[in-house]
Structure formats: structure tokens, C-alpha cells
């Protein structure tokens, strides 16, 4: 399996952005029963979890972005979200996406895509 992030720039304060997570490997039904999520690491400290979706339904977010961002998923693209809205600058920070399928015994990270926010 295969996961790869885009989506990530730099903004201001305020603004917007939409990171997609796009996958190959998986057919629908471990994709549709995988855990996914979007985690988030600045330099010197642990990566840090924003939002998942647990077995692909419960979607759960860090206290810091409830409310902000929107985590989501495409079944027919196998491809996950994450909008993020009303950005600040402590939502700086490299952005990974993260699938775990117990079917497949797999936790499958992507490289990573940056986000700046300036104030």
C-alpha cells in the first residue's frame, strides 16, 4: 500500500487550506474499514494527532482544531481530507497522513506536506 499527501502552502492567518491523502492498495473494503487519520510534527517536537476517522466513520480532532478542520474521506478515490479552516500560526507544521488496516496487519505513513500560516 501506498499513501502520498498534497495540498499543503502557506497562507495567512485566517485562511484556508485542503490536504488530500491519496492511497493505492487497498480495495474497498479494508479501505472502508481502515483507521486513517492526519498527524502533524514541528521541528523538535513529537508528531502530534489532529483528526481521525476511526474503522472510516468516527471522526475525532485534537481539541486545538475542533471546530476548524473537517476530516473526511473519498471511498471510489481512496482518497482522504482535511480541510482546514480559520488557520493560525500554530497550525504550522509538517502534515502527515497515517492508514492502519488490521485486515492488512499495515500502518502506512506518506512523507509529509508542510504548512505555513503567517500572522
Known amino acids: 500500500v501506498h499513501v502520498q499527501e498534497s495540498g499543503g502552502g502557506s497562507v495567512q492567518a485566517g485562511g484556508s487550506l485542503r490536504l488530500s491523502c491519496r492511497t493505492s492498495?487497498?480495495?474497498?473494503?479494508?479501505?472502508?474499514?481502515?483507521?486513517m487519520g492526519w498527524y502533524r510534527q514541528t521541528p523538535g517536537k513529537e508528531r502530534e494527532r489532529v483528526a481521525m476517522?476511526?474503522?472510516?466513520?468516527?471522526?475525532n480532532y485534537a481539541d486545538s482544531v475542533q471546530g476548524r478542520f473537517t476530516i473526511s474521506r473519498d471511498n471510489a478515490k481512496r482518497t482522504m481530507y482535511l480541510q482546514m479552516d480559520s488557520l493560525k500560526p500554530e497550525d504550522a507544521a509538517v502534515y502527515y497522513c497515517?492508514?492502519?488496516?488490521?485486515?492488512?496487519?499495515?500502518?502506512?505513513w506518506g512523507q509529509g506536506t508542510q504548512v505555513t500560516v503567517s500572522s
Open positions: 492498495g487497498f480495495i474497498l473494503s479494508v479501505w472502508s474499514t481502515s483507521d
Open positions: 476517522l476511526t474503522g472510516g466513520r468516527t471522526a
Open positions: 497515517n492508514i492502519k488496516s488490521e485486515q492488512l496487519g499495515t500502518d502506512t
